[in-house]
């Protein structure tokens, strides 16, 4: 079955400090794609990045950077030199590319406080 | 802009009143969404539709109905809403299927009195 696992329910750091959120997750397929989204207070689920199951390259995006590996089932998810705008409740999420599924497993979020 | 809207975006029901939200897009894709999210906790999904292909998840209450009359626009009705339907009701639309990055609206919330 599938799952996803965020270990981390809170977090709070320092403007300016980096952090990384963590992401596990568990699948039987070969064929998997996986998802982080941001919640921030307004409610809304915004889409950060998506990476398939064959594409472990890294990938930096301004502040943010994710590292995708394999070999221990994670997709972690850092953010250098955090401003308080990245407040927000991050999903990690995972779908599998069955044909007749439709079904996006979310973990259960780290809610991120970023003090001035 | 292409987008996916949610009205409204704060809806008050009374206990056993039908109620219901509506979700359009504009970014023509062929698969819509409904979640429910209760507070400090992951998006659940209730149902889907791939075109006029209504897909309903096991564990969604009867409570439960939706209806997608054309692409754009697709509805949540709660026949007869209780407490515990408190929530925020999340729409999503991708393009094709699962693997296909899902597109959120803002959500709308749930207040049943």
């Known amino acids: 079955a599938q799952k996803v696992t965020q270990a981390q329910t809170e977090i709070s750091v320092v403007e300016k400090e980096d952090v990384t959120l963590d992401c596990v997750y568990e699948?039987?397929?070969?064929?998997?794609?996986l998802f982080w989204y941001k919640q921030p207070p307004s409610g809304e689920l915004v889409f950060l990045i998506r990476?398939?199951?064959?594409?472990?390259q890294n990938e930096i995006s301004g502040r943010y950077s994710w590292n995708f590996q394999k070999s221990t089932s994670s997709f972690n998810f850092t953010i250098t030199a955090s401003q308080v705008v990245d407040s927000a409740v991050y999903f990690c999420?995972?779908?599998?590319?069955?044909?007749?599924?439709?079904?996006?497993?979310f973990g259960s979020g780290t809610r991120l406080s970023i003090r001035p | 802009d292409a987008m996916v809207i949610q009205n409204p975006r704060y809806q008050v029901t009374q206990f056993g009143k039908p109620v219901t939200l509506s979700c359009s897009q504009t970014l023509n894709h062929n698969v819509m969404y409904w979640y429910q999210q209760k507070s400090s906790q992951a998006p659940k999904l209730l149902f889907h539709?791939?075109?006029?292909?209504?897909?309903n998840e096991a564990d969604t209450p009867d409570n439960f109905q939706s209806r997608r009359p054309n692409t754009s626009f697709c509805f949540l009705d709660i026949r007869s809403p209780g407490l515990g339907d408190a929530a925020m009701y999340l729409c999503?639309?991708?393009?094709?299927?699962?693997?296909?990055?899902?597109?959120f609206g803002p959500g709308t919330r749930l207040l049943v009195l």
């Open positions: 999420a995972l779908s599998e590319a069955q044909e007749s599924a439709s079904k996006i497993i």
């Open positions: 699948t039987r397929d070969t064929t998997y794609y």
């Open positions: 999503a639309t991708s393009r094709n299927r699962l693997e296909e990055t899902q597109y």
């Open positions: 539709y791939y075109d006029k292909d209504f897909n």
């Open positions: 990476r398939n199951s064959f594409d472990e």
